[in-house]
């Protein structure tokens, strides 16, 4: 039997199938374009140091072609779906403890704790063995600056907005 004095907040707290569409599309879509934006400086990275022993200027061409597609695409599809997320925050600041939301956002913490952690393994590795190229360094400070943007902002977001 459904308990007919539920208070607000436990109904507020109730997950619709609109805020899992919104929630899951908007960390697909963040991702996707992180994935883009590492895999695109990559590409220019490959473009501007060169390897003269592994070097195909087509297919890093079609790679950056096929990144920026995908970030002219699906980032503004993510810019949308978390200004559709923050307005719906404003008007009723409950939402914010939706169950959905933590779970993504702190697994998205997690996935960018980890992403930033092997990044800098492989830094250190490649330093001990010798094998630093600019290219290399360009590629690591990316990935770096990429997953250290999101894991910044989305731990900002928890803090600003403490929910239990």
Do not use: C
């Not at 919104?22 to 695109?40: C, E, F, K, P, R």
């Not at 995908?70 to 925050?89: D, E, G, H, Q």
């Not at 913490?109 to 094998?131: C, E, K, P, S």
Request: proline share 3%; glycine share 4%; net charge positive.
């Amino acid at each position: 039997m459904i308990n007919s004095n539920m208070d607000e907040t436990s109904a507020v707290k109730k997950v619709s199938p609109k805020d899992v569409f919104l929630h899951l599309l908007g960390i697909v879509t963040l991702y996707s374009s992180a994935i883009a934006l590492i895999t695109l400086f990559f590409q220019y990275a490959n473009l501007a140091f060169p390897d003269p022993l592994n070097f195909y200027r087509d297919e890093i061409l079609s790679t950056i072609r096929f990144s920026v597609s995908t970030l002219i695409i699906v980032f503004p599809a993510y810019v949308i779906t978390t200004w559709f997320l923050n307005k719906s925050y404003l008007s009723n600041p409950e939402r914010r403890n939706l169950r959905i939301r933590k779970w993504l956002i702190y697994f998205t913490l997690f996935v960018a704790a980890l992403v930033v952690i092997g990044d800098l393994v492989t830094l250190v590795y490649n330093f001990l063995g010798g094998d630093i190229t600019s290219q290399f360094v360009v590629k690591v400070f990316s990935v770096f600056f990429v997953a250290g943007s999101i894991f910044t902002y989305y731990f900002w977001d928890i803090r600003k907005y403490r929910t239990e």
